[in-house]
């Protein structure tokens, strides 16, 4: 019989990936011999590496910079991917290539495991393909206002149908080199592991908004430490990691993230051990 058994991250840079450790946690708890690795890879690369992979290949993750270009690979798409034209998931079997979007439902996992339930008013740091995940997170969660600080805000300017079509009012805005006074209840950062923090906040906003900083290395990120000079609340990207990799590994199993697995729960915690995170994802 066919063993479907390898599965891998892509992306670039990849070295510091936690994804190997997850996956290989929680097929250890299913019994799965299933070998999860991870591949330095550009954009361009994607395609050949696709085109090349033989039957003994189950799934891949892919992570900066190859979102995009794995939505564009995608033969089929769930909803989640089709709205976000991002993908970070892709399910190679004998039909098509299945695109998955698992971000978006690994930031609401992790926002609420923080204890956080309905935000009012989010702020996104960034304008790449996790802040457009980061959008549609913010309405599933109930928020009504996205702010989205970037660089070059006219290049931001697609994210306004999405907002439209999540329900939230979008204002868009370049980044501050003022000290900035927010009253969003999350501020998520979507900017590289590594990054000099963008902003700088006040210390009311630092005590008041919960801060999402989807990068988790190195750690703490500069926002991080700021965040911490307060005693402000803090979960780092192992958070969505986690959340958006059980997802994955629902998605490898069954073809579906919408399918629970056995002893999930088991499975869960397998990973957040594996990380060394809270289930809270606090740090």
Same mark, same amino acid.
């Given at each position: ?8 991250? $892509? ?65 089929? %798409? ?37 204890? $956080? ?34 660089? /070059? ?8 149908? $999405? ?20 009253? /969003? ?11 000099? /923090? ?47 990799? %059980? ?5 490898? /199993? ?30």
């Amino acid at each position: 019989m066919l063993m479907r058994d390898r599965l891998a991250v $892509l992306g670039s840079p990849i070295a510091h990936s936690q994804s190997p450790a997850l996956h290989s946690a929680a097929y250890r708890v299913m019994g799965r011999p299933w070998s999860y690795d991870r591949i330095e890879m550009r954009e361009h690369e994607l395609t050949a590496f696709l085109n090349s992979a033989d039957a003994a290949w189950r799934g891949l993750s892919l992570t900066m910079p190859l979102k995009k270009a794995a939505f564009a690979a995608s033969e089929t %798409l769930d909803d989640d991917a089709r709205l976000t034209g991002v993908v970070n998931t892709l399910r190679l079997n004998d039909g098509p290539v299945a695109g998955f979007n698992t971000d978006v439902e690994g930031i609401v996992r992790a926002v609420r495991a923080a204890g $956080l339930r309905a935000p009012d008013a989010v702020l996104v740091l960034g304008g790449g393909a996790t802040a457009a995940s980061a959008l549609v997170a913010a309405g599933r969660l109930g928020a009504s206002h996205v702010e989205i600080a970037v660089r /070059a805000p006219a290049k931001a300017q697609g994210l306004f149908p $999405l907002a439209h079509e999540v329900g939230v009012e979008l204002a868009i805005r370049e980044l501050s080199s003022s000290v900035v006074a927010s009253h /969003a209840d999350v501020i998520v950062s979507t900017l590289p592991g590594g990054s000099e /923090a963008a902003e700088q906040y006040t210390a009311d906003t630092r005590r008041h908004a919960l801060l999402f900083d989807v990068a988790y290395s190195p750690w703490p990120s500069a926002v991080a430490r700021a965040w911490h000079d307060v005693n402000g609340s803090v979960i780092n990207g192992l958070g969505m990691l986690v959340h958006q990799a %059980l997802l994955q590994v629902r998605v490898f /199993a069954s073809g579906s993230p919408d399918a629970v697995l056995d002893d999930e729960q088991r499975v869960l915690a397998a990973m957040l051990d594996a990380v060394h995170l809270e289930a809270d994802g606090r740090a």
